[in-house]
């Protein structure tokens, strides 16, 4: 089959197994790589949302006193921007859009194993993403309490908590489906020959992260479900005025959020697991043991919650068990940067804009994790704990890990899909100016942490001015750096040069069938006899 031209893939009859045109084909299609694109555009655009909220937090930090905005006005956007890139973008991200993209073609199969609930499962994110955004707009304004709901605040304000944490909600049963229908697509629609040990590296974290979103998410479920009841009830579970327990909360809440992480840093961990060989010409070092890696983090880290907590008043033997277990998940995540690097490690590397957002991603997530160590031993994480060391360390294992991750991916996938490319030169200059606008923004609030300037402060210490100058500047030159990555890449998608067979040199499944791939996927029943790294028979086209 030719290559297709770029538009087909928006074409009403392209993927199209709804018998509808115009929207109603998109958004009641099962073909899993539609659902795939529409969770991709909902949820980059929730992301582009998130960065302009965040670039008028950095606006307002920029000088002590008021800039252009109140502290009730600055709360409510933290709030939002927290909610908006946490629950509507990083969690779904890569699991809904490159999950449902590439996943089933990387196993053989013509769909997901349950195409219908694939489609529930978007819905159920527009319409949680919808509520979510009705409660900025309606009842007492949009939340002011932070993306963690701590109570006793968030059972108090008079802001629209309800709402927001009732659209969260929905948005987790819409995880909880995306999980079970990957786990079972998985398991018992691989192709003839398509061993676990033949799997691609990036199909192994999404299962691994299927299995977190299945037993971690429903525990937010039902705390969410417990702060609507402390509203609207009065149930006291959690309102020390009442006789509730504020610090149970935090403990329901981090034993979901805490897993939480990993359902948004395993995926990204298997893109650039996908990435590097394909651009080292070297097959992936010790699959097996990033294979087990990301079965051991989905594991352990659902056994560290209480690192969050140190200053919560637990007791030093609690402190110490956590602290272990939490330098104890740090291992497997070492283990799968050493095989990264082992792999880079002579072979024939071609820095093309893939490849510069992957090995981004192993600084920034090296970074971010030896931060991590600060924070998981309990006498240093008392000294920064609240500071903007925690929000610099957050950053660089989310944004610098998954969000360049997603960079990495919209570069080395979607050409695949749109049967066009992004033009180089441009591609490189953005990921040049966001690497550095990045570590100027987020390595200076470490440095602001260190120092002692608390988090989610409307207003600060003159002693604070210049390094929270210099942060803003640096997120001045990441968003320039985004404006060109989103402009050159879709602009790519629709008008570049044709992306014909196989650019990049993979070996995995999804670059054997055509481009765009057909409506099922194969042409042929796909037979695998070699593995996703086996490069021996696979040249660039």
Same mark, same amino acid.
């Given at each position: 089959?030719?290559?297709?031209? @770029?538009?087909?893939? +928006?074409?009403?009859?392209?993927?199209?197994?709804?018998?509808?045109?115009?929207?109603?084909?998109?958004?009641?299609?099962?073909?899993?790589?539609?659902?795939?694109?529409?969770?991709?555009?909902?949820?980059?655009?929730?992301?582009?949302?998130?960065?302009?909220?965040?670039?008028?937090?950095?606006?307002?930090?920029?000088?002590?006193?008021?800039?252009?905005?109140?502290?009730?006005?600055?709360?409510?956007?933290?709030?939002?921007?927290?909610?908006?890139?946490?629950?509507?973008?990083?969690?779904?991200?890569?699991?809904?859009?490159?999950?449902? /993209?590439?996943?089933?073609?990387?196993?053989?199969?013509?769909?997901?194993?349950?195409?219908?609930?694939? +489609?529930?499962?978007?819905?159920?994110?527009?319409?949680?993403?919808?509520?979510?955004?009705?409660?900025?707009?309606?009842?007492?304004?949009?939340?002011?309490?932070?993306?963690?709901?701590?109570?006793?605040?968030?059972?108090?304000?008079?802001?629209?908590?309800?709402?927001?944490?009732?659209?969260?909600?929905?948005?987790?049963?819409?995880?909880? /489906?995306?999980?079970?229908?990957?786990?079972?697509?998985?398991? *018992?629609?691989?192709?003839?020959?398509?061993?676990?040990?033949?799997?691609?590296?990036?199909?192994?974290?999404?299962?691994?992260?299927?299995?977190?979103?299945? /037993?971690?998410?429903?525990?937010?479920?039902?705390?969410?479900? !417990?702060?609507?009841?402390? *509203?609207?009830?009065?149930?006291?579970?959690?309102?020390?005025?009442?006789?509730?327990?504020?610090?149970?909360?935090?403990?329901?809440?981090?034993?979901?959020?805490?897993?939480?992480?990993?359902?948004?840093?395993?995926?990204?961990?298997?893109?650039?697991?996908?990435?590097?060989?394909?651009?080292?010409?070297?097959?992936?070092?010790?699959?097996?043991?990033?294979?087990?890696?990301?079965?051991?983090?989905?594991?352990?880290?659902?056994?560290?919650?209480?690192?969050?907590?140190?200053?919560?008043?637990?007791?030093?033997?609690?402190?110490?068990?956590?602290?272990?277990?939490?330098?104890?998940?740090?291992?497997?995540?070492?283990?799968?940067?050493?095989?990264?690097?082992?792999? !880079?490690?002579?072979?024939?590397?071609?820095?093309?804009?893939?490849?510069?957002?992957? +090995?981004?991603?192993?600084?920034?997530?090296?970074?971010?994790?030896?931060?991590?160590?600060?924070?998981?031993? #309990?006498?240093?994480?008392?000294?920064?704990?609240?500071?903007?060391?925690?929000?610099?360390?957050?950053?660089?294992?989310?944004?610098?890990?998954?969000?360049?991750?997603?960079?990495?991916?919209?570069?080395?996938?979607? @050409?695949?899909?749109?049967?066009?490319?992004?033009?180089?030169?441009?591609?490189?200059?953005?990921?040049?100016?966001?690497?550095?606008?990045?570590?100027? +923004?987020?390595?200076?609030?470490?440095?602001?942490?260190?120092?002692?300037? @608390?988090?989610?402060?409307?207003?600060?210490?003159?002693?604070? #001015?210049?390094?929270?100058?210099?942060?803003?500047?640096?997120?001045?030159?990441?968003?320039?750096? !985004?404006?060109?990555?989103?402009?050159? /890449?879709?602009?790519?998608?629709?008008?570049?040069?044709?992306?014909?067979?196989?650019?990049?040199?993979?070996?995995?499944?999804?670059?054997?069938?055509?481009?765009?791939?057909?409506?099922?996927?194969?042409?042929?029943? @796909?037979?695998?006899?070699?593995?996703?790294?086996?490069?021996?028979?696979?040249?660039?086209?």
């Amino acid at each position: 089959m030719d290559s297709l031209e @770029p538009t087909q893939p +928006l074409n009403n009859s392209f993927w199209n197994d709804t018998g509808k045109t115009g929207i109603t084909s998109w958004i009641f299609s099962t073909d899993h790589k539609r659902i795939g694109l529409l969770y991709f555009y909902v949820t980059f655009g929730f992301f582009l949302t998130g960065v302009l909220l965040g670039l008028l937090l950095r606006i307002e930090l920029m000088a002590p006193g008021r800039t252009i905005m109140g502290p009730q006005t600055y709360n409510a956007l933290f709030t939002v921007h927290g909610v908006v890139m946490i629950f509507l973008f990083i969690i779904p991200g890569i699991p809904g859009a490159f999950g449902n /993209l590439v996943m089933p073609i990387q196993v053989g199969a013509r769909d997901v194993a349950f195409p219908r609930l694939n +489609l529930l499962s978007w819905w159920l994110y527009i319409i949680g993403a919808l509520i979510v955004l009705t409660s900025l707009f309606s009842g007492g304004g949009a939340p002011d309490t932070g993306w963690t709901f701590y109570v006793p605040f968030s059972s108090r304000t008079g802001t629209n908590v309800s709402l927001a944490v009732f659209g969260v909600f929905i948005v987790g049963f819409s995880s909880i /489906l995306t999980g079970v229908n990957f786990v079972t697509t998985i398991h *018992r629609l691989r192709a003839e020959g398509m061993s676990w040990g033949r799997l691609p590296l990036f199909t192994w974290s999404l299962y691994a992260t299927a299995w977190v979103q299945i /037993l971690a998410t429903p525990i937010l479920a039902i705390t969410l479900v !417990l702060i609507m009841a402390e *509203r609207l009830l009065g149930t006291g579970l959690f309102d020390p005025s009442r006789g509730g327990d504020p610090v149970m909360y935090q403990h329901l809440f981090w034993i979901y959020s805490h897993p939480a992480v990993y359902i948004m840093i395993l995926p990204a961990m298997g893109i650039i697991s996908d990435i590097i060989p394909v651009f080292s010409r070297k097959p992936i070092f010790g699959y097996k043991m990033i294979a087990f890696s990301s079965i051991a983090i989905a594991a352990a880290g659902s056994l560290v919650w209480g690192h969050h907590m140190f200053t919560s008043g637990m007791s030093d033997t609690a402190v110490m068990v956590f602290s272990f277990l939490t330098f104890i998940v740090a291992i497997p995540s070492a283990i799968k940067v050493f095989n990264w690097i082992s792999t !880079l490690y002579k072979g024939s590397i071609s820095l093309e804009a893939p490849m510069l957002f992957a +090995l981004s991603f192993i600084l920034l997530f090296s970074i971010g994790g030896l931060s991590g160590l600060i924070l998981g031993a #309990a006498a240093t994480d008392v000294h920064v704990h609240d500071t903007h060391f925690v929000v610099g360390h957050f950053h660089y294992v989310m944004f610098g890990g998954t969000g360049f991750a997603i960079f990495a991916a919209m570069h080395y996938w979607l @050409p695949k899909f749109y049967g066009r490319r992004y033009a180089e030169k441009p591609a490189v200059v953005a990921w040049a100016l966001m690497f550095t606008g990045f570590n100027v +923004l987020y390595f200076t609030m470490q440095v602001l942490g260190m120092k002692g300037m @608390p988090r989610r402060y409307y207003d600060y210490l003159p002693e604070f #001015a210049n390094l929270n100058l210099v942060a803003t500047i640096g997120s001045w030159i990441l968003a320039a750096g !985004l404006v060109i990555m989103v402009v050159n /890449l879709f602009r790519g998608l629709w008008w570049g040069v044709p992306f014909e067979g196989n650019p990049w040199g993979g070996a995995s499944l999804e670059w054997t069938v055509p481009t765009p791939p057909p409506t099922e996927n194969f042409i042929e029943e @796909p037979v695998v006899t070699h593995g996703p790294y086996d490069f021996s028979n696979t040249e660039r086209s």
